[in-house]
């Protein structure tokens, strides 16, 4: 079984978190079986970016990293407090443990951020939020990252995309790459994406 640890932020974008239980749950129940997520976050109770209220199953402190084959983060709103979680020196240590462990690490929009922050994506490419009024793409820039303006962007184990609108095939590309394509394109074809 390939574990996942989708890690949240207060703040975060619920729809940007739910591509990632909804492609894994569809794959555990309905393609090979082979995933499981497990929502973690740093307090016991998150509030997301539009007020929905998540309980994750564990705080950081109560799980093994070791334990997981794989990081999702999603992104979220500056307004609703997401840096305040994202730029948490324990979150970041999640970020550079799946890392030094060449684990696969995917992200949506400004969940690029943190890894930019952690000091991951130092001379790497990687794409974050893209609209023409956002400082996003500029602050990864600065944080290191060769920064490139595509949907989504793979460079070696990280997955990093730009926009809210990219949230489900960053999900897909994640279980391409814990699973294979093969069984990727079934869970897509049953999720009616053809």
Sequence with gaps: MKKVLLLLSNGFE????????????????????????????LHEQLACTWNFIVKPEFTIDQVNLD?????????GFEEAGFYDDAYDQRFLEVIKDFHDKKKII????????PLGKSGILKGRKAT?????????????????????NEPIVVTDN??????????????????????????????KELMGFH
């Design 106 to 113: 995917a992200t949506i929009c400004v969940g690029a951020l």
């Design 128 to 148: 974050t939020y893209n609209h023409a009024t956002s400082i996003r793409q500029t602050q990864l820039k600065d944080f290191g990252a060769l920064v490139v």
């Design 14 to 41: 619920a729809v940007e978190a739910s591509v990632f239980t909804d492609v894994l749950g569809w794959n555990k129940l309905e393609g090979d079986g082979s995933t499981d997520l497990v929502t973690v976050g």
């Design 158 to 187: 990280i997955i990093t995309s730009y926009n809210p609108s990219t949230a489900f095939g960053v999900a897909f590309t994640l279980l391409e790459m814990l699973t294979s394509k093969e069984n990727c394109n079934h869970v």
């Design 67 to 75: 334990d997981f084959d794989a990081l999702a983060i999603p992104g």
